[in-house]
């Protein structure tokens, strides 16, 4: 997605490792929290966006992990001070969720049955009325998340047409 419509992939899991691994001052809290398989404080997540965002030369961005709450929502619309224009929403099983995070083999300290499913607890519960958000003001593009990357990816074209993101 990022090559084909231009955006610049910002995770929010890759930020917060990335203040892990280099002994920010929130580094010990966001490694225990995620450890615990639970969402870190909204207001750190933020910031670490913000500072990505700041730092780029680009103007489009496709934010990954990014809100897992209806908290994470509102912090980044109050500290950004705009809304996307458009989500997506990988709907995808959850024994195929599980198969995936534990197949990956990216030596993650939350790749473990017990994390995975304490994180999928946490998705359902904190998640889904960011989907409900977002679906409301017509925002939301459910993409089906089974099949192959590609298959996935042909399915994701659709949202970036309507968005006018295609070139």
């Known amino acids: 997605m990022v090559e084909t419509f231009g955006f610049t992939h910002l995770s929010a899991g890759d930020l917060l490792r990335k203040a892990i691994s280099s002994n920010s001052e929130n580094g010990a809290m966001i490694l225990n929290t995620i450890k615990e398989g639970k969402i870190v404080p909204s207001e750190v997540t933020v910031k670490l966006i913000l500072k990505a965002i ?3 030369e680009n103007d489009r961005f496709l934010f990954d992990g990014f809100p ?7 912090a980044y619309e109050r ?14 099983p959850e024994e195929e969720m599980v198969k995936r995070v534990l197949n990956r083999n990216q030596g993650r300290v939350d790749d473990n049955i017990d994390t995975v499913k304490e994180r999928l607890k946490v ?3 904190l998640n889904l009325p960011v989907i409900e958000y977002y679906s ?13 990357e590609d298959e996935i990816f042909e399915r994701v074209r659709p949202a970036f047409a ?5 070139f």
């Open 54 to 56: 700041e730092s780029s």
């Open 68 to 74: 897992r709450s209806e908290e994470n929502r509102m």
């Open 79 to 92: 500290v950004v001070g705009i809304e996307p224009d458009f989500v997506l929403f990988f709907d995808c």
């Open 123 to 125: 998705f359902t519960a």
């Open 136 to 148: 409301e003001k017509g925002k939301l593009y459910k993409i089906d998340a089974t099949g192959t």
């Open 162 to 166: 309507a968005w006018r993101y295609v």
